[in-house]
């Protein structure tokens, strides 16, 4: 007995050295490929952060810089997506009604959002436009409704302000730079069809929006450019007015390019498609639509509920908000989750709510140094550290496995991308071939040169962890 307790026991010890020797070989390693990295010229004014621990034990693998707050770009959707799981639950899901205030055949239509991004989305079936259209007119039909006399959507608890802090103004007008609303229809963009000149210089027309814009225009002050030279168009949203404004180039001999804006008042488009879609159905609809944020708790009870739709699962939109960086997602559940805390449905409070959740778990909120919940803003300030700490938290919970599933792979490892203009990163998971497996995060701020050399030079680096 004596004899086998001792053999079990150097068995024992000879693992734990093996395991200690593949770690330092992957620590001197990456040590090496890091320092390789740094010196690089696309690092010279730059400053890069790498934190990797051994995903079973929490054991650090390799640190440098990991306390130091960057900006994290898209990579901070992985704190966003945990939080939500978190506070919101793995089986959330969004509720839009409508109710009715009839009289005889006609009445008056109150839309009670709650901040849903999906509601007209094309990624489900029964989000698309089209069948939330189909759906409600059909119900607003069954109630024997024959003229809609006014829409009013209530606002109350939800802030204003679309846009979140230090969002740059070249990026509010595009689709990326879409801002949540409490009601947000088709992700709260659109299309924009375009047509080029023969020549270099020569002027840029609009030809059409995919689907009609409502209560909102565009001009095109484009202009033509070599061929090859891919879009560079960017929409601007009207200081004042409802008239939008495109800059920048597209390339010359385009007779439909396509480019995507981000809508002023996702409110205003939806309730304006849904009276055209009123119109064909045989119910006249007319009247101001109203954005009530004063409360409408009194008004209602005069309303009779008849209808509601149901957003897919959270689970489902993480997926999406990941492996797509859907920016929308990020901000409306920031917002969600600012609402369910403190019943205010505000950037701040979800900010607040957030670095409140992860205090709690050990991270102090100078590591989480947050303004929005996409990483679209450069005021972020976020610690290699604080993420990997996210990502070990979120291996132990029972939603870990919908959320490891919505990280894109990118160089055959599981992990989420960040790019805003003079940043880059990379967070999440891998399992080396030895069979020992990673928790990682990876960001660079101020390089200089293409992101595409800067991309494989990081990649360089992350190999080691194979």
Known sequence: ?????????????????????????????????????????????????????????????????????????????????????????????????????????????????????????????????????????????????????????DNEGWNEEAIPDGWMWQDVGNYYGAGPAKLNWRENQFDVMLRSGKNIGDPVSIVGTVPELKGYKLRSELSSAAA????????????????????????????????????????????????????????????????????????????????????????????????????????????????????VGSTDAGVEAIQNLWKTRGIPETELNIVDGSGLSPLNRVTTQAQVKVLQHARKQPWFDGFYASLPLYNDMKMKSGTIRGVKGYTGYHKAKDGNEYVFSFLINNYNGSSGALVRKMYNVLDELK
């Open 1 to 153: 007995m004596r004899q086998l307790t001792l053999r079990v026991a150097l068995l024992l010890l000879c693992t734990l050295m093996h395991s200690l020797a593949l770690a330092q070989s992957v620590s001197g390693r990456l040590a090496s490929a890091f320092k390789t990295f740094q010196n690089d010229p696309q690092l010279r004014n730059g400053i890069a952060s790498l934190y990797v621990v051994d995903a079973k034990t929490g054991k650090v693998v390799f640190d440098q810089n990991s306390q130091l707050g960057l900006a994290p770009a898209s990579t901070q959707k992985i704190i966003t997506s945990a939080s939500a799981y978190e506070l919101l639950g793995d089986g959330f899901q969004y509720k839009t009604k409508f109710a009715l205030a009839k009289t005889g055949e006609e009445g008056k239509l109150l839309i009670m959002p709650t901040g849903d991004p999906t509601l007209g989305s094309w990624r489900w079936g029964n989000t698309k436009d089209e069948a939330v259209l189909k759906e409600l007119t059909q119900a607003i039909s069954r109630q024997g409704v024959k003229h809609i006399s006014s829409i009013t959507v």
């Open 228 to 343: 090859g030279t891919g879009d560079n168009a960017y929409i601007y949203f009207p200081v004042n007015g409802t008239t939008g404004v495109i800059r920048g180039t597209i390339p010359v001999n385009e007779s439909r390019f396509k480019i995507s804006g981000a809508l002023p008042a996702a409110s205003d488009q939806f309730a304006g498609t849904l009276q055209d879609a009123l119109t064909e159905a045989g119910i006249r609809s007319t009247g101001k639509v109203v954005v009530d944020s004063r409360g409408t708790a009194n008004q209602q009870a005069k309303y009779a509920p008849f209808y509601t739709v149901t957003s897919p699962s959270l689970d489902s939109i993480i997926y999406w908000f990941n492996r797509k960086s859907v920016n929308l997602y990020g901000e409306a559940l920031l917002r969600t989750i600012g609402y369910q805390k403190s019943g």
